[in-house]
């Protein structure tokens, strides 16, 4: 079956630095994706690798190694705001099709 | 501002009603919509692919008749949840992606359902 394991929660403070890894086992991958959902709120797109290597967006980035099956969201400077889970999701076909992981909380303290 | 409008965002229903939840993409045409379930604290659930033109694909274990799903049109699909019962209480959100290569998917604000 297929299978994207994350943590399920991670706390830190304001201007810190998160690491979220997401490790994933499916039976075709075209890109790792990752969605950011406040609670009761949608879930909204943050950034995606289709190829290795890291991609910068603002004080959020993200990295994928498909040799390793494996990427991760950083998460940069934290700010309270940033509290919210964060799901990586795979897209294993040609389609549009996503599969997500369990989602990781984080909750930035003060 | 928001691209996919789903609503509506609160449905509070006694059991054996049927419930129509609508999704619509504003800015572009989506030939394709997703339908997911979301559990409290719980990742999204992929229910089905709605297909504009064509039968939905359903994720297995679905229940289509339970969930019936209707793409009218590049813009619109619905979603109905027929003789409710208090075991399909959830979260429901629809997205559609966008065409470009990463693939991004829109979502909506998400229905919560509440069945008495």
């Known amino acids: 079956g297929q299978s994207l394991e994350q943590p399920s929660e991670v706390t830190a403070v304001e201007g810190a630095i998160v690491q979220i890894n997401c490790t994933y086992q499916t039976s075709g991958f075209y890109g790792l994706s990752w969605y950011q959902q406040h609670d009761g709120g949608a879930p909204t797109f943050l950034s995606y690798?289709?190829?290795?290597g890291l991609e910068e967006t603002g004080r959020f980035s993200s990295f994928l190694s498909r040799s390793d099956s494996y990427g991760y969201l950083l998460l940069q400077e934290l700010q309270m705001k940033d509290s919210a889970s964060y799901f990586c999701?795979?897209?294993?076909?040609?389609?549009?099709?996503?599969?997500f992981g369990g989602g990781t909380r984080v909750l930035v303290k003060p | 501002g928001a691209v996919v409008s789903q609503h509506p965002s609160r449905v509070i229903c006694k059991s054996g009603t049927s419930v129509k939840i609508e999704c619509r993409s504003l800015d572009f045409q989506a030939t394709t919509m997703f339908w997911y379930r979301q559990f409290p604290k719980q990742s999204l659930m992929l229910m089905a692919t709605s297909n504009e033109g064509s039968k939905a694909t359903y994720e297995q274990g679905v229940e289509k008749d339970k969930f019936l799903i209707n793409h009218a049109s590049l813009t619109l699909s619905t979603l109905t949840v027929t003789s409710a019962h208090p075991e399909d209480s959830s979260f429901y959100i629809c997205s559609a992606p966008t065409r470009d290569y990463k693939n991004i998917q829109y979502f909506g604000a998400g229905t919560r359902l509440s069945v008495l």
């Open positions: 999701a795979v897209r294993m076909a040609a389609g549009n099709k996503l599969t």
């Open positions: 690798n289709g190829l290795d």
